[in-house]
């Protein structure tokens, strides 16, 4: 049981650039969400998904697109990098309903230049 | 709508004291309330979670929380603390009133310190 795994660990594009992060859970979880992580501002929620075929957009989601065509997998696509968007990314997944708490991957360390 | 706050940046204690890291959050209706640890470099881990019932919650690593509903905070607890639980602390909230999109608001952090 792998949990949530995320690829790459480590990225740095060029602005204007494209690219989607990987993620994927093996726990059967209904519910996947990425967040971005910035000094001082917390894990602020870009997009979510509670089921295959069904996404949303959360606190932050301008410059990203996800899709999720299979409950394993929840990929973040970045358009068109801007330096903005150098971050850490994190992906998590967890059971429907309210109480249930999320299990996070190892994130994604994006440097746009 | 929902927030949650921590007001300490950073928290210094030494090892084998108790420690406390504070979290008061806003929510419209009945608060679900999560804390969250992440060391270095890594993602972050589930620690306890307050949903009904006792005020007290225990959690994984020797922690504890405990709701206060007239001061809306949900603090986190350790009766003595060890150089292994320096990491980065995150308190989240969950509305009840907020509907089946399981939507968490993190707040910004808390590093703790725990000096030998």
């Known amino acids: 049981n792998a949990g949530v795994t995320q690829t790459p660990e480590f990225q740095v594009l060029k602005t204007g650039q494209s690219m989607t992060l990987q993620c994927a859970q093996d726990?059967?979880?209904?519910?996947m969400s990425w967040y971005r992580q910035d000094p001082g501002m917390g894990l602020r929620l870009i997009h979510y998904s509670v089921g295959a075929g069904i996404t949303d957009q959360g606190e932050v989601p301008n410059g990203y697109n996800v899709s999720r065509s299979t409950t394993e997998d929840f990929p973040l696509r970045l358009l068109s990098a801007a330096p903005s968007q150098t971050s850490v990314y994190f992906c998590a997944s967890s059971y429907s309903g309210l109480k249930n708490e999320q299990y996070f991957g190892p994130g994604t360390r994006l440097t746009v230049t | 709508a929902q927030s949650v706050a921590q007001p300490e940046d950073q928290v210094n204690v030494a090892e084998g004291n108790p420690l406390t890291v504070k979290c008061t959050y806003s929510?419209?209706?009945?608060?679900?309330l999560f804390w969250y640890v992440q060391y270095p470099n890594r993602g972050l881990q589930f620690l306890l979670k307050?949903?009904?019932?006792?005020?007290l919650v225990k959690g994984s690593y020797g922690f504890e929380a405990e709701f206060n509903k007239s001061q809306t905070s949900f603090h986190l607890k350790k009766p003595s603390a060890l150089v292994s639980d320096s990491a980065l602390y995150f308190c989240a909230v969950r509305d009840v009133l907020g509907g089946a999109t399981n939507k968490l608001i993190f707040g910004t952090g808390t590093l703790l310190a725990v000096q030998p």
């Open positions: 726990m059967n979880h209904e519910y």
């Open positions: 307050y949903i009904t019932g006792d005020n």
């Open positions: 929510v419209s209706g009945n608060p679900y």
